[in-house]
Structures are given as structure tokens and as C-alpha cells.
């Protein structure tokens, strides 16, 4: 079956940090992957997005990465802030079927002062 | 600049009673439109989506119904709410393949069926 995974678990770390998240899927062959940012009670917001045949993307203190072997992409923060507590949703946009985008379930970022 | 409008925030109906919610993007032409729902501690699932006047596409047989009477407008109903529609519902627009499908989506209406 298809499905998108990611880390259900908090991720705690310091202010000064990087934080790294991980997506996961299997049985997709995305065209992009992208990267949104929810805060509570609040839609997501878009941050990034990688092409299948990118391999990085960086965006100021953002890096996502993408390995379509692995069926992984990688989400950066460098120099984490209290500011960017929030939870990180990847998404999948398909190469076809319309205009479908699949989001996985987050992972929530706490990042401690 | 685009900005997508969503209402109400927040909603309390009873079992049994309709359900009307509104969204409306100002400052673009013939989106791509879409109502999520969103469970507690779960990912977005997509509701309906529509590219373009009249044109529905409905992912999840259920108790819901959407409509999209002018290009920028798309709106979510139900004759009879269940317990189960309780949850975060959300709108989002896009501009098709040419931007890639990045999404913006709206501030979400928090329903609460009791």
C-alpha cells in the first residue's frame, strides 16, 4: 500500500541546533516533494520544494534533501530558534492523477531556548 | 497578492443539523481548489478538489458535499452532520502543474459536532 511516514515523535532539541526531519513513503513515484510548516490551530504554510531530479534545495536556514532511491527526503534547520516550534508536514505531489498532493501526518519540532 | 479567505474559525453544531462552510481567493483566476480535513495528530485528508466551475472531484465517499458556484469560490456542506465530521477543516488553493501545485491554504474552521 501507499504510504508517507514520519516521525510521530516530538523532536526536542536545542536552540542553536540543527534539526533534522525525515519523510519517508513507499509505493509513490513523486514528481516533488514539498515541505510545509503548521503551526497550532493554523493551515499549513509552504516552505520548499524539491524536484525529483534535485538532490538539495536550500532556502536561508533550510535545507531539504531527496533521494528518490531511498524513497527519502531530508528537512534541515540550521541555528534552530524557539521561533521555528512548530510541526513539519511533507507532502507528495503526484507525476499524474490530477492534481493531487499527499501529506503526511508531521512531526512536531520543539525547540527549547 | 493572492490571499485566501476561510469562515467561520470556529463552529459548534448538534448531531443531525447542516453544514455550511465558505472559501473564497481574492487576486488570481481559475484556481485549483480543495477542502482538507484534518484529525488531531493526524495528516491532511483530502475532502474534494475542483479545477474549475461546476467540477467536483470527491476523494472520500462520505457525508459531505462541495460545491463551486463562481471560480473563486468553493463551499462545503452537509445536510446532516455526524459525530464523526467533528475536526479541522481546511481550503487551499493552487495554481496548477505550472507552479509546481504549492498549496496556500486557508486559517481553518475548527467544527465541532455534538
Known amino acids: 500500500s501507499q504510504k508517507i511516514e514520519q516521525n510521530s515523535e516530538a523532536l526536542n532539541i536545542q536552540e542553536g541546533k540543527t534539526a533534522t526531519l525525515t519523510c519517508n513513503y513507499t509505493?509513490?513515484?513523486?514528481?516533488?516533494l514539498q515541505w510545509y510548516r503548521q503551526d497550532p490551530g493554523r493551515g499549513p504554510v509552504f516552505l520548499l520544494l524539491?524536484?525529483?531530479?534535485?538532490k538539495e534545495k536550500r532556502k536561508e536556514r533550510l535545507k531539504v534533501t531527496f533521494d528518490t532511491t531511498l524513497k527519502q527526503s531530508l528537512f534541515h534547520i540550521t541555528a534552530s530558534q524557539p521561533a521555528d516550534s512548530a510541526t513539519y508536514l511533507c507532502a507528495l505531489d503526484m507525476r499524474t492523477g490530477g492534481f493531487k498532493t499527499i501529506f503526511g501526518a508531521g512531526t512536531r519540532l520543539f525547540v527549547k531556548a | 497578492s493572492q490571499t485566501i479567505h476561510q469562515w467561520p474559525a470556529t463552529l459548534v453544531q448538534p448531531v443531525g443539523s447542516p453544514l455550511s462552510l465558505e472559501c473564497t481567493v481574492e487576486?488570481?483566476?481559475?484556481?485549483?481548489l480543495y477542502w482538507y480535513r484534518q484529525a488531531a495528530g493526524r495528516g491532511l485528508q483530502l475532502l474534494f478538489y475542483s479545477v474549475g466551475i461546476g467540477q467536483i472531484s470527491s476523494e472520500v465517499p462520505q457525508n459531505l458535499s462541495a460545491s463551486r458556484p463562481q471560480d473563486r469560490q468553493f463551499i462545503l456542506s452537509s445536510k446532516k452532520l455526524l459525530l464523526s465530521d467533528s475536526g479541522f477543516y481546511l481550503c487551499a488553493w493552487s495554481g496548477g502543474r505550472e507552479t509546481k501545485n504549492i498549496q496556500y491554504f486557508g486559517a481553518g474552521t475548527r467544527l465541532s459536532v455534538l
Open positions: 487576486g488570481t483566476s481559475n484556481p485549483n
Open positions: 509505493n509513490y513515484s513523486p514528481a516533488y
Open positions: 524539491i524536484r525529483e531530479n534535485e
